[in-house]
Every structure is written in structure tokens, then in C-alpha cells.
């Protein structure tokens, strides 16, 4: 029998047969396990929060703390979490494999991208054990905040530089490989769905992310020799300073999404047993998402003292950029018609995400609304959107594509079961947690309150009972996938009976992907 | 009527019950078919699918659609937003001033005050600005936002109608005491507001001279000083009990030993007038052992005799 990569001997043993891999499939696990690590310390942060928040006034912890708190759950959610998230795990694991190719184009930049993520998350995390203690900025280091803090900003801003160069190197990676190494036969629409995202968050992390590291530095220049880019008091200009950020970071949102929507393009047709509907409009609404995704940055800022003509301006571009994002739903529902459909567990975690996605997506539209945006803007209204999007939406998807592609990464199935009790659990857990701060927003009660008026006391109530039900639901469900790795019952190549080409190998892959790469004749989703 | 009423689509509210309206018919919409198809092509029903690769009629419909729904969207909140950025010229314009975490109003006739005191049934325009960092200022009941930004002013107008008592929050982080940075709008019938705001203030700070603020016996107890603490946010970080809050306590602070770092090394000192003023204008140099380096600085912020005031008033705290 074939060695599968886990068998195979390579040039080092042990931890250092991991951490100096440049096998794609090594370094897409070494990203998923460091950033499950990094899930649970954000999610304990964020657990913490809502305990807060149960009751106003202090409960468990003074307000620095809970500034603290909240900054760092931000920072490793979305720095360390979200963002790398599908692409630099699955992505990483999967992008030869579903090419027909036997590693991305520059395996070494590979794994220096991973060192960056590792040592810019171990910088960041250092950051709150020394020097002037915890920073307390929240995730957007908005200054002149940021620069006349004494906590230790300038630490965490610099760990995030790293990640931000280990993003775009990732891009980089990407979009050559998809572009230099596709099989003989795999034209760009014989591309799977996934691929199609992987390639237009590639763009967007290349192009995008320069912006926030140019941007960072500049806050730690400022930091350490008082040059005035951004502080009033030094003749700089905080309004540049959003723009900067937001130039980045909206993007950032689609390199969030993008990967997401194409996973649940794969699982769909798997589960339905038949091919997608719409194929193109799919494809082309990945980039259109990406290019549009580029201009609408100013939505972060329509009370921000911003001209009137470019709020009028960004709010148009905003709506556009919804067309895509609808368009990919409506795709998506449509390829359910006539299916033969099984619903096991990363399909309700795809039926999951379609739903939430919605909320999130349609509540946009509010947002998006000057007039209305003015009165939700940093309101919990916002909060709520942003994890309906973010977590209801890619962590959904996240967990989806986890469970679709685990029988190939480990050759192995979790307990379906389980499996199902636990995405029942995450999605009534996830609805308490965040469905009661749309109407907290809207009743007025503002983010990042370490404290709040008495009438805001029953949604806070709601949503911290949600928390812990959420939290269990994604325990169970973690337990159940490690516990599987080892002891879960094996299953042949392609227990799904999928059609993309990373069925096509062994499960787990060997070591080169392919015996022989294949040839490819037809779309990626022709059921016979 | 008065001037500055908004008709129907200039309301906040009526924009967003008509997006909230569209979302449900379309969440409703996919979640039904969604699981229809679910239910309907499930593989025991339905075991052998069909393959549709699409439909181009039915492609463009659903994206003219969504089209034309989010540009009258679009339409809606602008029409709204222009609403609220066209202050009526009748309206009564008030300096706000945001710092670490206080707000201060000041009324044409030079009068400050703590909270915001307006004239029911007057368009009231805001000019904002901020000392230090952003700031948010936000008035849910009249759906009005917009950030203090330092070195800058904005503005906001809006029109309160009911006399009584609304919350005024910060919207934009700002450090330590954001979620303390709260005070009231007080909507005055319009006599009631006259008389207010024409009484005498002899070079006052803040308000006092309503029915409730302390009697001018008091004020003379406490001292300028203690006003000023208060007024200016010290004692949102600074107990006058001997408790630890987010700073360091101010009883008994004159002549305290201390552990600050200095730099990074410990040393001990004593706290003396220069310290104080240190403390007060680079508050990094010298940390008080056991506290997070937070504290804003007030350089630019309290004028020089000020700062002798509120260190005579520390000085008093035994
Ligand atoms: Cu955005
Ligand atoms: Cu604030």
C-alpha cells in the first residue's frame, strides 16, 4: 500500500517533520490546529464579555479589563482567526489538490507565511503580558487614541504587521498557482467554485493587505517619535488614519467571505447530487465582489466627520457590492431544485450559513442606509450584523467545509450523530447570543460599553445565556472532530460520493497528491 | 408647525421599517424554498437528481430585481440623510466639547453646561469638537449621530418636540471611562428654558444654579477644586474614599509614599507638588506601581491655574 503524507519520511522527524514541512497538506494542518487554538482563547474572551455584561454595573471585571478584553478578542478573531481561516488552512490544503497539482507554486514562501502567523500571533499575545499591560484600543487601533495609550500598543500593532505580510504572501501563493500550475485539461471554468474564491481573495490580500502593514507602522513611528501623521495635536489627521484602516479593512471583510461562499458552493452540488446552478454567475460574482468590495470602505464611516458627498458616494457603492452576494444565494437555493438531497452534517451547516448569511447580508442593507446607519452606527446593532456575517456566515461555512473534507484530510469520519446534536446546538446557541443585540442597537445601547443603562438589561440577560449555549454546541462539536482524528471509523476515498479532484486521490493524500496527475475532460460538477 | 419637520421619508424610523419590510418578504422568500427543496428532493423522495445547469431568464430577473430594490433603498436613506444634514436656519446653535469622558455645552450667550438644556419645539444645532480623542455623540431618542473629532468641528441638528429627560451616550471608544461618558439632554418648555438660560452665571464652569445643584453655601465647601475633579472626569478614575478604582486613590495623596516605574525600574517617592503637576501633564512618565500607564494627558487641557487649583484641592484630601 501507498504512504499517505502523514507516513511519509521526509528529511526531518518528529515536531520539526511538521514545522519545517513545506508539504502544503502539513502546513494547511499546522494552520488549522495553531488557529483552533486561537479560536478557544478568543472564545473564552468573548465569554467573558457577555459574563460582564449580564448585569450593568461591574460584575467580574474592572473597565481596563474589559477594554482589555474586548481588544483582544477583536485581535484574535479576526487576525488570527477569520482571515486566515478557510483560505491558509483548507485553502492551503486543498487548492493543489482540487488543481490536479502537487504543491502550490512556492512551498518554501509557504511555510514562511506560516512562521509569520505563528510568531506574529505569539507577539501579539506577548503584548498582553508585558510592558504597559494589555492593549486597550480595540481591534481598529482608532488613533490618537492609540498613539497616547501607555498600554502596549505599539507590541500588538507590530504582531500584526507580521500576520498582515504572512496574509499577503498567502495571496501571492495563490493566485500563481492557480494561475501556473492547473492540471492539462483544467481550464479557468472547469475551476472549482472554491478555487474561483480562493483566487479572488488572493487579489484582495495581495492589493489590500500592504495598505494596513504601511499603515500600522506608521502608528508605531508616530508611537515612538511623536512625527504627526495622524495626531491632531501634531498637526496630523485622525479622519486619514480610518481611511488607511478601512481601505484594508473593509476588504478585509471579502478576504473573510469570499473563501466561504465558495466552500458552500462545493458542498451544495456534493450533497445534492447535481451540478450547480449557475456556474458563471457564481464565478463572476466572486470577483465582482472583490473589485467592488475595494471602493466601499467609507461605509465604516458615516458619522466620522467625512464629507457629505463621499458618504452619499460610498453609500451607493455599498448597495452595488450587495448584488453579487445576493445573486450567489439566490444561485445557491436554486441548486437544491431537483436534487437528490442528503442532509448530513456539513450540509446543515451549509443550510445553516445560507440562512444566517441572509440576516447578516439583509441587515447590511439597514446599515448601509445613510439615514438609518446614522442611528445604528457603533451601536450593538452593529455588533450583532457583523457576527451574523462574520461568524453565522464564514464560521458557519468554516465548520461546513471542516466536516466535508475531514474523511479526506484524516481518512476517518466523526460521529454523525454528534455531529448533528452539535450544529443544533451552535445554531439556537448563536441566535440567543446575537439575535437580541439587533434590537439592543436599535433601543440605542452603544459597543464596547463596559457598562449600561438599566433599560438595556433583558437583551444583555438573553444574550449572555446564549453565549453559554453557543459555547457548548461548539465544544461538542470540536470534541467530536479531535476525538475523530484517531478513533473515528474508516472510510474509503470518497465517502460522499463528491466529483472535484481531490476525490479522485487517496484519503489521506500521499505525499505528492497524485500518482499520476489526472487529466480533466469536464466541469468540476458532473454527477452521472 | 414648526419649521424643520421631516415628512415621510426623512424619518429614520419609516426607512427602516421599509428595508425591514423588504429583508422579511426576502428571508421569509429563501428560508421557505430553501427548506421545500430540502424536504421535497430529499434523497429518499427524490433518488435520482437533475442536473440544471441554469436558467438565463431566471438569472437576470433575480439580479434586476435586487437591483432596483437596494437603489430605492439607497434612495431612502439619502433622501433622509439630506434631511439631517440641512439645518433649518432658525436653529438655536450650542458649542459641544468632548474630552476623557465628559461632555460641555456652550450656549451662545456663553453659558456651559454638563448636560444639554434645550427649548422644546426649536431646531437645536450641535458644533461639535473634541480635546483629546474621538469621541461619539449620540442621542438615540432624536436618531442623531456624529463623531468629535479634535481639530475639527461637526455637527448635527435635530428637533426635540417633547419636554423631558433623554439619554445622551459616547459612541466612539475612547478609553477607560467610554461607558461613563453619558449624560442627559434636557428638552425645557420653552419658558422654563428662558429663565434658565438668562440667569447671570459669574464665570462658571459648569452649571449650578438650577433648583437642584448645590446652594451656593455648599459650593464654597467643596471648593472650586472639587468642582473641577468632577467636571473634568477625575473622579471616574480617582476615588475620594481611599477605594482603588482605575487609578490610584486621591485621599490622603499629598506627601503619600509611592512605588511609581519609572522607565520601566521601581523607585520610591514621595508625592509632592511637582510630582502632582508631572503626574498631571506626562502621566507616563512616573506610574504608580500596580495601575495600567492610561491616564490621559492634561497638557492643553486645564489651563495653568488649574492646575493650582486642582493641587490645592488634592492637597486638602487628608
Ligand atoms: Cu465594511
Ligand atoms: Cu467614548
Known amino acids: ?528 | 408647525m414648526v419649521t424643520g419637520w421631516p415628512t415621510l421619508w426623512n424619518t429614520v424610523d419609516n426607512v427602516f421599517l421599509f428595508i425591514i419590510a423588504i429583508s422579511l418578504v426576502l428571508l421569509l422568500g429563501i428560508t421557505a424554498t430553501m427548506i421545500y427543496f430540502v424536504v421535497r428532493y430529499s434523497r429518499k423522495r427524490n433518488p435520482h437528481a437533475e442536473n440544471i445547469e441554469g436558467n438565463t431568464m431566471l438569472e437576470i430577473v433575480w439580479t434586476i430585481i435586487p437591483t432596483i430594490l437596494v437603489l430605492a433603498i439607497f434612495y431612502a436613506g439619502w433622501k433622509g440623510f439630506l434631511y439631517m444634514r440641512t439645518v433649518p436656519d432658525d436653529a438655536m446653535p450650542v458649542k459641544v466639547s468632548a474630552r476623557m469622558w465628559s461632555w460641555s455645552f456652550e450656549y451662545e450667550n456663553g453659558r456651559k453646561s454638563g448636560t444639554l438644556k434645550v427649548p422644546a419645539g426649536r431646531p437645536v444645532k450641535l458644533i461639535i469638537t473634541s480635546e483629546d480623542v474621538l469621541h461619539g455623540l449620540f442621542i438615540p431618542a432624536f436618531r442623531v449621530k456624529e463623531d468629535a473629532v479634535p481639530g475639527m468641528e461637526t455637527y448635527l441638528w435635530f428637533l426635540p418636540h417633547e419636554p423631558g429627560s433623554y439619554d445622551l451616550f459616547c459612541t466612539e471608544y475612547c478609553g477607560v471611562g467610554h461607558s461613563a461618558m453619558i449624560t442627559k439632554v434636557e428638552v425645557m418648555p420653552e419658558k422654563a428654558f428662558a429663565a434658565w438660560y438668562e440667569v447671570k452665571q459669574p464665570q462658571k464652569r459648569s452649571e449650578g444654579t438650577s433648583k437642584h445643584a448645590p446652594t451656593a453655601q455648599k459650593e464654597k465647601n467643596y471648593g472650586v477644586g472639587a468642582r473641577l475633579a468632577q467636571v473634568k472626569g477625575c473622579l471616574l478614575c480617582h476615588s475620594l474614599d481611599g477605594t482603588a478604582k482605575v487609578g490610584p486613590t486621591f485621599k490622603g495623596i499629598a506627601g503619600r509614599k509611592t512605588v511609581v516605574v519609572t522607565s520601566g525600574k521601581d523607585r520610591e517617592i514621595i508625592v509632592d507638588e511637582v510630582y502632582l503637576v508631572r503626574s498631571l501633564l506626562e502621566p507616563q512618565a512616573d506610574v504608580v506601581k500596580g495601575f495600567p500607564p492610561i491616564m490621559p494627558s492634561q497638557k492643553g487641557i486645564l489651563s495653568d491655574a488649574e492646575i493650582k487649583t486642582i493641587i490645592e484641592y488634592l492637597k486638602s484630601l487628608k
Not at chain 1, 12 to 41: E, N, P, Q, V
Not at chain 1, 246 to 269: D, R
Not at chain 1, 308 to 323: E, G
Open chain 1, 1 to 528: 500500500m501507498e504512504t499517505n503524507f502523514y507516513t511519509y519520511s521526509g528529511k526531518h522527524r518528529g515536531i520539526l517533520a511538521w514545522i519545517l514541512s513545506t508539504d502544503h497538506k502539513r502546513i494547511g494542518l499546522l494552520y488549522l490546529s495553531s488557529m483552533f487554538t486561537f479560536f478557544l482563547a478568543g472564545a473564552t474572551l468573548g465569554i467573558l464579555m457577555r459574563l460582564e455584561l449580564i448585569a450593568p454595573g461591574p460584575t467580574i471585571m474592572t473597565a481596563q479589563t474589559y477594554n482589555a478584553v474586548f481588544t483582544l478578542h477583536g485581535v484574535i478573531m479576526i487576525f488570527l482567526f477569520i482571515i486566515p481561516g478557510i483560505p491558509a488552512a483548507l485553502g492551503n490544503f486543498m487548492l493543489p489538490l482540487q488543481i490536479g497539482a502537487r504543491d502550490v507554486a512556492f512551498p518554501r514562501l509557504n511555510l514562511l507565511s506560516w512562521w509569520f502567523f505563528i510568531t506574529g500571533g505569539l507577539i501579539a499575545l506577548t503584548s498582553l503580558f508585558t510592558g504597559g499591560g494589555p492593549p486597550d484600543t480595540g481591534w481598529t487601533f482608532y488613533v490618537p487614541y492609540s498613539i497616547r495609550t501607555g498600554t502596549n500598543v505599539s507590541l500588538a500593532l507590530f504582531g500584526v504587521f507580521l500576520l498582515g505580510l504572512s496574509s499577503t504572501l498567502t495571496g501571492l501563493n495563490f493566485v500563481t498557482t492557480i494561475h501556473r500550475m492547473r492540471a492539462p485539461g483544467m481550464t479557468w471554468f472547469r475551476l472549482p467554485l472554491f478555487q474561483w474564491s480562493l483566487y479572488a481573495t488572493g487579489w484582495v490580500q495581495l492589493l489590500a493587505t500592504p495598505i494596513l502593514g504601511i499603515t500600522l507602522l506608521l502608528v508605531i513611528i508616530e508611537r515612538f517619535f511623536g512625527v504627526g501623521f495622524f495626531d491632531p495635536a501634531k498637526g496630523g489627521d485622525p479622519l486619514l488614519f480610518e481611511h488607511l484602516f478601512w481601505i484594508y479593512s473593509h476588504p478585509a471583510v471579502y478576504i473573510m467571505i469570499l473563501p466561504a461562499m465558495g466552500a458552500v458552493s462545493e458542498i451544495i452540488p456534493a450533497f445534492a447530487r447535481r451540478t450547480i446552478f449557475g456556474y458563471k454567475a457564481i464565478a463572476y460574482s466572486s470577483l465582482a465582489i472583490a473589485l467592488v468590495g475595494y471602493l466601499v470602505w467609507g461605509h465604516h464611516m458615516f458619522t466620522s466627520g467625512m464629507s457629505d458627498a463621499s458618504r452619499v458616494v460610498f453609500s451607493l457603492l455599498t448597495f452595488l457590492v450587495a448584488i453579487p452576494s445576493g445573486v450567489k444565494v439566490f444561485n445557491w437555493v436554486a441548486s437544491l431544485y431537483r436534487g437528490s438531497i442528503q442532509t448530513d452534517a456539513p450540509m446543515l451547516f451549509t443550510l445553516g450559513f445560507i440562512f444566517l448569511f441572509s440576516i447578516g447580508g439583509l441587515t447590511g442593507l439597514i446599515n448601509g442606509a445613510l439615514s438609518v446607519n446614522i442611528h445604528i452606527h457603533g451601536t450593538h446593532f452593529i455588533v450583532a450584523h457583523f457576527h451574523y456575517t462574520m461568524f453565522g456566515g464564514t464560521a458557519f461555512a468554516f465548520f461546513a467545509a471542516l466536516h466535508y473534507w475531514f474523511p479526506k484530510m484524516f481518512g476517518r469520519m466523526y460521529r454523525e450523530g454528534l455531529a448533528r446534536v452539535a450544529w443544533f446546538i451552535i445554531f439556537i446557541g448563536f441566535n440567543t447570543l446575537y439575535f437580541p443585540m439587533f434590537v439592543l442597537g436599535w433601543q440605542g445601547m452603544p459597543r464596547r460599553y463596559y457598562d449600561y443603562l438599566p433599560q438595556f438589561q433583558t437583551g444583555n440577560i438573553i444574550s449572555t445565556i446564549g453565549s453559554w449555549i453557543l459555547v457548548s454546541g461548539l465544544l461538542l462539536m470540536l470534541f467530536n472532530l479531535v476525538r475523530s482524528i484517531s478513533k473515528g471509523e474508516k472510510v474509503g476515498d470518497n465517502p460522499w460520493g463528491a466529483t472535484t479532484l481531490e476525490w479522485k486521490t487517496s484519503s489521506p493524500p500521499p505525499h505528492n497528491n497524485f500518482a499520476e496527475i489526472p487529466t480533466v475532460t469536464t466541469g468540476p460538477y458532473v454527477f452521472k
